[in-house]
């Protein structure tokens, strides 16, 4: 019969220490993580409310570069932060604003790559959308924006400003099929649809109704 070897007091002792440390040392590196969360979100927190002004139409060119830069610089120092996809977005639209639309379109995709959810995500979409268009590119144009309307329908706001904005893509990709069929919808899916009249309009020009 094999002998039980039973621990001494000084191995128990050892252990337990060993264990203590271990849990001393797991417990500072949470509160650390936690400190740094703390002051990324702070970091975000001030650069986002800092910018604010520099979005509104009166903004002045150096105040739009200024926040421009701010953005960039806590985009660089924290690209995994939860507010990085609004930053990311914001950043777009400054660029977008500077009619710089490759580099616009890129802070955009960026807002997706980090995880944009919800009305963020349908309006980075969009944003890429628009940033494709103002390039000239009218086929990814209509990529972006059909990715914007998936899982949004007539029951959401956006709804009617992207499939109109889908129909013009496709206008200008001369795609006028397509394009008579997107107004179609818009009348039929959105009876009460703010632009009825505009669309009604597009319609007579491509020969629909």
Known sequence: MTPVIVPSRRTLVALAVGLLLVLVAGGAAWFWLAAERSRVMAAYADVLGRIAPAQRPQATPEARA???RDLEAILTRYPSAAAAPQAA???GN???DATQYPA???AYEVALARGAT???RTL???GVGYAREAEGDFLKAIDAYRLALAGVGPGDFYYEALLADLGRAQELAEQKADA???Y???LKELPQARRAEEIRARLRGLGGS
Do not use: N
């Open 124 to 126: 980075a979409q969009a």
């Open 66 to 68: 200024a926040a421009t």
């Open 89 to 91: 977005y914001d950043l």
């Open 118 to 120: 919800g009305t963020l």
């Open 180 to 182: 008579i069929a997107t």
């Open 184 to 186: 179609q919808r818009i």
């Open 104 to 106: 616009a379109r890129a």
């Open 94 to 96: 400054l660029r977008y």
